[in-house]
């Protein structure tokens, strides 16, 4: 079973004001931080989508991807150890100053590849439309290559969408890479990387979150809006959704359960 957001918000409200009032007493339950740092319905829709221990206890059943052909979850594993290793390796910087290449061609691809496989994906008002017209209304997952081969006399009609530019995410990345040796020269190596893999562990989470956009949708995310996010907002979720709403697109509270082959 795969409840409504509306549902699982209003069950996760519920049980984050009895943590409230209990939480001045001895006892915590776990994960009671995570609980009082979501206050949106748009924060609770990003930790259903990157986290899926949070995404069985308020939104699907548990086992609800079982028996499916779907490996979504080993795939981010693997590439969360790629992603980190391609930023740790002592070339990286002087191969982005050269020509990138084949290095860097694999390296980007890991970074847009992983959100791709969240098993969560957000919409957009008119691409729900789309997919209501073909009965898919996200009451039990469907296969990607379902959504992605929607067409209209040929033509492709959906796109799924990195809500974060993966080029935008990539420079928060190696920033973020480059702050950590600058600050913590004295560590250790096995200190230093784990440090990095936290870091792009971190990014991830934030940042990466993909949305099922119209064909025409896509191409209102021109300019800067193509290839990055306004910084100067204050929060990860601010900066993509603004980007959505500067481009005219509004972003629905549904979430589309998805699993299967990737598609970008």
Request: aromatic letters at 10%; a positive charge; proline letters at 2%.
């Amino acid at each position: 079973m795969i409840k409504s957001v509306e549902q699982a918000y209003s069950d996760f409200l519920h049980a984050q004001e009895i943590e409230r009032r209990e939480s001045h007493s001895s006892y915590y339950s776990r994960g009671s931080d995570l609980i009082f740092s979501i206050s949106s319905v748009w924060q609770f829709m990003r930790e259903i989508s990157v986290n899926p221990a949070f995404r069985d206890r308020w939104m699907c059943s548990q086992g609800v991807f079982d028996g499916l052909k779907d490996n979504s979850a080993l795939q981010q594993e693997s590439l969360l150890r790629l992603i980190a290793f391609f930023v740790q390796d002592e070339n990286i910087d002087k191969i982005k100053s050269t020509g990138k290449g084949q290095f860097w061609y694999l390296f980007a691809n890991a970074v847009a590849s992983f959100s791709n496989y969240n098993n969560m994906y957000w919409v957009s008002s008119k691409a729900l439309e789309i997919l209501h017209n073909h009965e898919i209304n996200g009451v039990s997952p469907v296969t990607r290559n379902k959504i992605f081969q929607i067409r209209d006399q040929g033509k492709k009609l959906l796109v799924f969408e990195h809500m974060c530019p993966a080029t935008q995410l990539i420079k928060l990345i190696l920033k973020q890479k480059d702050l950590i040796k600058n600050t913590h020269n004295k560590w250790s190596r096995l200190t230093l990387d784990n440090s990095i893999k936290i870091m792009v562990q971190e990014l991830l989470h934030d940042y990466g979150l993909v949305a099922i956009v119209t064909k025409e949708e896509d191409q209102k995310l021109r300019g800067e809006l193509r290839n990055e996010l306004d910084l100067s907002r204050p929060e990860a979720l601010s900066q993509m959704m603004h980007r959505y709403s500067s481009a005219g697109i509004r972003l629905e509270q549904h979430l589309v359960p998805v699993y299967g082959k990737m598609y970008r």
